[in-house]
């Protein structure tokens, strides 16, 4: 199936907002069509057309445009979207009071409409998308943290890691000379590192030729799907008819990627009854909790969909930048060089890469994985500076605007990697200017090991091989355009060529 642009999904609305009209005195009934923009206590923003609101207004790039308009309004804007009002904010101080000080009101979760089928059920289900912090979401997470992110757990999949990176420098030494997809070969390694974690399995062949097969298609078409505008996103009262038909696709999605891990459940389910094993991976937790096979589908949906994408769309922002910036990668392999120097890149050598964590964080901030994070939901009326965001409201903030603020960064444009040798800034919450994981409640629970995985597959690619662009390509003239979604990735495909170094 032909990948859909954002702009084509906004065409195909058009039609279906025209009828619109025909809903007028139904809205009016239930008194949903007066907007609030219209309160003094509600953040300041465009004015919104009758009906449609301001839909139409934010592009194909609304990471962008919520940019823009944060510069016209102030760091906390509200714009219509049908009956949906949704509440932007794009600055630290604006931050820190969505994530932090009223963190326990605005922690809910605005969940797209394409998941409106389970909706009942995403309490018990979801580790991204429940709609509140309830005991069950705590349990996830507190488990996920045990078994996946902590200390302990992050040091018994070093050599898996490992392991996984070699087999990915082995497979890139065979196409040397050759023209390389490299987003496609990293996210096949980074997604066979989680698989190897969660159920003892590659999923993907590195020695296929198309190398990103398999389910990497319909988890990309996933997370399409889920970024889509979706008519009833703007007008739940529509969410039944299901117009543009998301939820069909989203539930035939689901489907086939469950299917692929559907055996292996089958069978461990009846290995456990007879066989104690010595080690264990996160399906065995699962089982031993009791998950049913609809929780363990969801859970692993969400860990692979949620963690394959981040990591390795940065691990290709980072490359790109480095290509771009010949001086930065200079000073990278310069660094590998005097600090592993003829031995594989191992974890226990990732703290003594000053330069190169450096840039993994410049990257963070220039391309974070989610631009404006996952939607926040506002569980009751609640004050934010001196504004009132409505309960019910979406309510976001914008990591993308605030990493490029020119009254907190210098050169805020400018891929600068120096920036974080002297600061202490990090990404684990605690820093409102610099937010790529989120913070708070919601903040991503795999930061962990994507703060383990990303340098590491960086620093192995880097220290094997030279890079260079096909065709002789200028590499100030790299196209570093974006494309929008749950993950922001680069929009054109970074190809790549090989050499190795002896």
């Known amino acids: 199936m032909a990948r859909t642009s954002r702009t084509e999904e906004m065409l195909v609305l058009i039609p279906i907002l025209l009828l619109l009209p025909l809903l007028f005195f139904i809205l009016r009934h239930f008194k949903i069509l007066s907007s609030p923009l219209k309160s003094p206590l509600v953040p300041p923003g465009p004015y919104p057309w009758p009906i449609i609101g301001n839909i139409l207004q934010l592009g194909k790039k609304p990471h962008v445009t919520l940019t823009q308009l944060a510069l016209n309004y102030g760091p906390l804007i509200s714009l219509r979207l049908g009956t949906t009002l949704m509440v932007v904010g794009s600055s630290p101080v604006v931050a820190k009071e969505i994530l932090k000080t009223h ?3 605005l922690s809910g979760r605005h969940v797209p409409s394409v998941f409106a089928y389970m909706s009942s059920e ?23 943290r045990a078994e996946l992110f902590s200390g302990k757990a992050l040091e018994s999949q070093a ?6 990176v070699m087999d990915m420098v082995e497979l890139l030494g065979t196409m040397e000379g050759k023209v390389v997809n490299i987003g496609e070969v990293i996210f096949a390694t980074v997604f066979n590192m989680l698989s190897n974690v969660l159920l003892s399995r590659d999923f993907i062949s590195l020695k296929d030729e198309s190398v990103g097969g398999g389910l990497k298609g319909p988890i990309r078409k996933l997370m399409e799907v889920i970024s889509a505008p ?32 559907a055996d292996i459940i089958k069978e461990r389910r009846e290995r456990k009854g007879s066989v104690v094993l010595q080690e264990q991976d996160f399906l065995d937790v699962m089982i031993d909790n009791n998950f049913t096979d609809k929780q363990i589908n969801q859970l692993l949906l969400e860990l692979f969909s949620a963690g394959t994408e981040t990591s390795s769309s940065t691990i290709v922002w980072a490359m790109a930048e480095l290509i771009k910036n010949l001086d930065s990668m200079k000073k990278v392999r310069e ?6 120097k003829q031995d594989v890149v191992k974890e226990f050598h990732l703290p ?9 964080k410049e990257t963070l901030r220039l391309h974070p994985p989610a631009p404006l994070l ?18 019910d409201s979406q309510v976001l903030v914008n990591v993308w605007a605030i990493g490029r603020d020119p009254l907190y960064w210098e050169d805020p444009l400018v891929f600068k990697p120096e920036r974080f040798l002297n600061s202490a800034l990090d990404f684990k919450g605690n820093d409102f200017e610099f937010l790529p994981f989120s913070a708070g409640r919601r903040i991503c629970p795999g930061l962990p090991m994507a703060a383990k995985v990303v340098p590491l597959v960086l620093a192995s690619l880097i220290h094997f091989f030279d890079w260079s662009l096909p065709h002789g390509y200028d590499p100030e003239k790299l196209d570093m355009s974006e494309k929008f979604g749950v ?5 054109q495909p970074l190809y790549l060529i090989p050499k190795v170094r002896k």
């Open 103 to 105: 963190d326990r009101v």
């Open 122 to 144: 995403l309490n018990n289900l979801s580790l991204g998308w429940s709609l509140e912090c309830s005991g069950r979401w705590k349990f996830l997470r507190t488990l996920c």
């Open 159 to 164: 050599c898996l890691q490992e392991k996984k």
């Open 230 to 261: 979706d008519v009833s996103d703007f007008f739940p009262i529509l969410g039944r008819f299901d117009l543009q038909g998301q939820k069909k696709k989203i539930l035939d999605l689901i489907g086939s990627i469950s299917f692929a891990w």
């Open 335 to 340: 660094e590998l060089v005097r600090e592993i």
């Open 352 to 360: 003594q890469l000053n330069y190169l964590q450096a840039s993994v």
């Open 374 to 391: 996952l939607p926040h939901r506002a569980i009751e009326s609640y004050q934010v500076t001196s504004y009132t965001i409505p309960k």
């Open 487 to 491: 993950t922001l990735k680069k929009e």
